[in-house]
C-alpha cells in the first residue's frame, strides 16, 4: 500500500495536509519526498491528481480540510486522521500492523 504524508521537514508531519511545504510517498520499502503543488495555491485538484498518478491509496494527515477530503476522495484516495508527530513513527507503526 503506497501511502502519503505532508511534511516541513522530511521529519514530523505537518499539521495542515494542504499546506505542508512537502509530500512524503511511500510504500514501506522505498521513499520520497515531493514538493507539495498546493503550495502555493494552483487548484484543489492538482495534489490529488498527482498523488492518484504515484499510486497513493491513503493519505495520513493530523488535519485536511472537508474540500480537500473530497477531492482526494474523488480520486479513490482514503483520508485517516493520525497522532503521530514524526514520519518514522508512524510508519513503524503501519509496519507492525
Given at each position: 500500500?503506497?501511502?502519503a504524508?505532508?511534511?516541513?521537514?522530511?521529519?514530523?508531519i505537518?499539521?495542515?495536509?494542504?499546506?505542508?511545504?512537502?509530500?512524503?510517498?511511500?510504500?514501506?520499502?522505498?521513499?520520497?519526498?515531493?514538493?507539495?503543488?498546493?503550495?502555493?495555491?494552483?487548484?484543489?485538484?492538482?495534489?490529488?491528481?498527482?498523488?492518484?498518478?504515484?499510486?497513493?491509496?491513503?493519505?495520513?494527515?493530523?488535519?485536511?480540510?472537508?474540500?480537500?477530503?473530497?477531492?482526494?476522495?474523488?480520486?479513490?484516495?482514503?483520508?485517516?486522521?493520525?497522532?503521530?508527530?514524526?514520519?518514522?513513527?508512524?510508519?513503524?507503526?503501519?509496519?507492525?500492523?
Amino acid at each position: 500500500m503506497k501511502v502519503a504524508i505532508p511534511t516541513d521537514d522530511g521529519v514530523k508531519i505537518s499539521e495542515h495536509f494542504g499546506r505542508a511545504k512537502f509530500i512524503y510517498i511511500t510504500d514501506g520499502k522505498e521513499s520520497k519526498l515531493m514538493e507539495n503543488p498546493h503550495v502555493p495555491k494552483r487548484g484543489h485538484k492538482a495534489l490529488p491528481k498527482l498523488l492518484k498518478e504515484e499510486g497513493v491509496e491513503v493519505v495520513f494527515a493530523k488535519h485536511v480540510g472537508e474540500g480537500m477530503r473530497e477531492n482526494l476522495e474523488e480520486f479513490g484516495i482514503r483520508v485517516e486522521i493520525v497522532s503521530e508527530d514524526e514520519i518514522s513513527k508512524l510508519i513503524d507503526r503501519l509496519k507492525s500492523s
